[in-house]
């Protein structure tokens, strides 16, 4: 379905860009999206809220923090193998 009529932008392409990791603006920028009448803009910021919140991903950004949580720290799944611990 096209959501940006001035643009021609779909709800697939928001949705592919939106998953890959990109903001509202960024999408903006690289689709074009809500820059002319606006009037798509409400629709488009919530196909990237859809997207966001069904499908998270890591921040890409070197400050990035990875929390594991304390019952997969503990497991053995992370105890060194006896060829690394030497
Ligand atoms: S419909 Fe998207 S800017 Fe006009």
Redesign the pocket.
Known sequence: MI?????R?SDREIARHARAGMSFDEIQFELG?????????TC?RGIVEQCCSSHPVAALHSEAVVQVSPAIRDSRAWAPSPSSAA
């Open positions: 959501v940006c009529v001035c643009r932008v999206v809500a820059t002319q009448c606006g009037n798509c803009e488009a």
